[in-house]
């Protein structure tokens, strides 16, 4: 088929062409103008306190991308929203078919909506998921920081009871201190010896030989306690590094969490109705074409059907005719001539009769002949 062919099937079906799109076009706005109205509330989320700021984990340059990317998860926790149909009754799957988290441009603010048929609804349940998203956050921040803190300060503990027990075992507050002491009364009782001896005492000198070997006896058993006073000592100033670090991550994760569930931090906005006249210009040229399209496939359907029925019935019209042809060609007078039957010598001569002449047939024998049969069939043999 050709263009022109297309073109005069369109102008011979172009009601059906019109009526599909225009029908489609009417019941979507129907649909669309008789639906019930809804709201659309938004609560903005002002996060100038909670990126950027000290001790904030959204610092540097992926900060902004960072917070985002937490809150729109911690929006979708089943805690959150377990947290937010307990105060608004909306179960957890209409919060996910009806909240929408989005980053206001490329700032750090959020904004979180919901909407539905209620406007109070639509309020509570927008307000609600900002809070509970924003506690959610922090509070799980705060938590962790609590709980390093308390880590940290338990080894800071123990390792303080280890280094008091070492104390109370050998009866030395501060080994290194005594071991210090001790070092000082070996060099001093030398200082002495060789003092003595510089002077000529050599008996003096040589009855210092005795109290320094006792005091460095001494000074070698401090080597076992130092080793191990250094070791507790090593794990004590560890711990209370690690203590420091903590502490100022837990006031950190308190500034956050109170800069977070303060008043301020979340805006809510009035709630909006749904704009269906926006809507129904949105949607309108979508249906129509999809009507236009469906509207072509049914003047094609309906061609095609017409054809194929006007084909068959062409094919049984012809049938017809040839079966016609065949009838009046062996009719009863296919074979007259005149309207008198042609002559068959083989006829029987009996009027009426089918059968075909034979010459043994007896009845047409004469007597003489009936008797030369069996001699001619004997001689034959």
């Known amino acids: 088929m050709e263009i022109i062919d297309y073109l005069?099937?369109?102008?011979?079906?172009w009601w059906i062409l019109v009526a599909v799109p225009v029908l489609a076009g009417l019941a979507a706005a129907v649909l669309i103008l008789s639906a019930p109205a809804s709201y659309t509330t938004t609560a903005t989320v002002s996060s100038g306190a909670l990126v950027s700021s000290d001790g904030s984990p959204f610092s540097g340059p992926q900060g902004t991308a960072q917070f985002v990317a937490a809150f729109t998860a911690a929006s979708q926790n089943p805690q959150t929203r377990q947290a937010v149909?307990?105060?608004?009754?909306?179960?957890?799957?209409?919060?996910?078919?009806?909240?929408a988290v989005t980053q206001v441009g490329t700032?750090?603010?959020?904004?979180?909506?919901?909407?539905?048929?209620?406007?109070k609804l639509s309020a509570a349940v927008a307000n609600a998921t900002a809070k509970?998203?924003?506690?959610?956050m922090v509070t799980v921040r705060a938590d962790q920081a609590v709980a390093t803190r308390d880590r940290a300060q338990q080894s800071a503990t123990d390792a303080n009871a280890a280094i008091d027990a070492l104390a109370t075992k050998y009866q030395m507050a501060d080994p290194p201190k005594a071991y210090q002491t001790q070092l000082g009364q070996v060099a001093s009782l030398q200082q002495q010896q060789a003092t003595m001896r510089a002077s000529g005492n050599a008996i003096g000198a040589a009855?210092?030989?005795?109290?320094?070997?006792?005091?460095?006896?001494e000074l070698v058993a401090f080597l076992p306690i130092l080793a191990e006073y250094n070791d507790l000592n090593s794990r004590q100033t560890a711990a209370s590094s690690d203590l420091a670090q903590a502490q100022a991550e837990w006031r950190h994760a308190l500034a956050l969490k109170a800069a977070a569930t303060s008043d301020g931090v979340v805006y809510l906005g009035p709630a909006t109705p749904a704009d269906k006249k926006a809507t129904l210009v949105a949607t309108l040229p979508v249906i129509i074409g999809v009507g236009l399209f469906l509207?072509?496939?049914?003047?094609?359907?309906?061609?095609?059907?017409?054809?194929?029925?006007?084909?068959?019935?062409?094919?049984?019209?012809?049938?017809?005719?040839v079966a016609e042809h065949d009838e009046h060609a062996?009719?009863?007078?296919?074979?007259?001539?005149?309207?008198?039957?042609?002559?068959?010598?083989?006829?029987s001569p009996v009027a009426g009769s089918t059968r075909t002449r034979s010459i043994d047939d007896?009845?047409?024998?004469?007597?003489?002949?009936?008797?030369?049969?069996p001699e001619a069939a004997r001689s034959r043999v």
Not at 132 to 136: A, G, R, V
Request: net charge negative; aromatic share 2%; proline share 4%.
């Open 8 to 13: 005069r099937i369109a102008r011979r079906r």
């Open 85 to 99: 149909q307990t105060q608004t009754g909306v179960s957890a799957v209409d919060q996910a078919d009806g909240v």
């Open 107 to 119: 700032s750090s603010d959020i904004q979180v909506a919901f909407t539905s048929g209620d406007r």
């Open 132 to 136: 509970e998203t924003l506690k959610h």
């Open 207 to 217: 009855a210092m030989d005795a109290p320094i070997a006792a005091a460095k006896k």
């Open 295 to 321: 509207a072509v496939l049914l003047v094609l359907l309906i061609e095609v059907t017409t054809r194929l029925r006007g084909r068959k019935t062409a094919a049984v019209d012809e049938e017809a005719v």
């Open 330 to 347: 062996t009719g009863p007078d296919a074979h007259t001539i005149n309207g008198h039957e042609p002559f068959n010598a083989d006829a």
């Open 362 to 373: 007896p009845d047409i024998l004469s007597d003489t002949e009936q008797e030369a049969a």
